[in-house]
């Protein structure tokens, strides 16, 4: 039996070792490499293979940065990520989901874990289906604010054109497309085109800080 090929990042040294052990008397799962920093994650993640991500949702006291490592791990390689937390309240538990996550799981009831980490590699269908629903009711709640005109200028934005290619597919003048933009930008909380599609992927989770992956 080939084993389901585990990543821990976790800050806890202590928690780190005692589930190392406890997931690998499991003969159907193996941890095969651990971080304690989302850059150290990010790192090994681009030189591991492995199938299912566990992530503590706080690794450092910057806050909330295990749910930003998920989106970069998303970002670098298709992944399939359980979060473990302390923390149940419904805003981290639903950032969670937003950023990626499988599964999401209280260290309290780490004994579910093993079924937990089988659930989401055997069986991660329905899990994925309702994460492209969160993700496109994420989208909406973030372009909501804008009229429909505004929406047609970032619709283009997000398919990657400049503003010259905007302005003559939409017939617009240089000044409106620039208020436009503005406008779109303002209302979005940004200071470019690309960060406001940026934000509006990730469903508005851009409060972090860079993680490096060199």
């Known amino acids: 039996m080939t084993p389901i090929r585990l990543l821990l ?87 969670a989901f937003t950023a990626g996550a499988l599964h999401y799981l209280d260290k309290s009831r780490f004994k579910e874990l093993p079924q937990a980490i089988r659930g989401v590699y055997h069986h991660p269908e329905a899990m994925e289906a309702l994460l492209k629903e969160l993700r496109r009711l994420k989208r909406e709640e973030q372009l909501q604010p804008l009229t429909a005109a505004e929406r ?10 400049t503003h010259a290619q905007i302005e003559r597919k939409l017939y617009k003048s240089e000044s409106t497309l620039k208020n436009q933009v503005n406008k779109i930008l303002k209302k979005l909380g940004v200071r470019s085109g ?21």
Request: glycine content about 6%; aromatic content about 4%.
């Open 9 to 95: 990042v976790e800050d806890d040294p202590d928690w780190v070792k005692s589930m190392s052990v406890y997931l690998n008397r499991e003969e159907d799962l193996l941890v095969v490499g651990t971080a304690a920093t989302p850059e150290e994650a990010l790192r090994l993640a681009a030189s591991i293979e492995f199938d299912v991500a566990l992530l503590d949702v706080h690794l450092t006291e910057a806050g909330r940065d295990g749910i930003y490592a998920a989106l970069a791990l998303a970002e670098l390689r298709p992944v399939r990520i359980v979060m473990l937390t302390s923390d149940a309240s419904e805003r981290t538990m639903t950032d």
């Open 152 to 161: 047609e200028v970032y619709e283009m934005l997000e398919e990657g054109c």
């Open 194 to 214: 690309r960060e406001a599609v940026d934000k509006v992927r990730k469903g508005g989770l851009d409060n972090h800080r860079d993680i490096e992956r060199k």
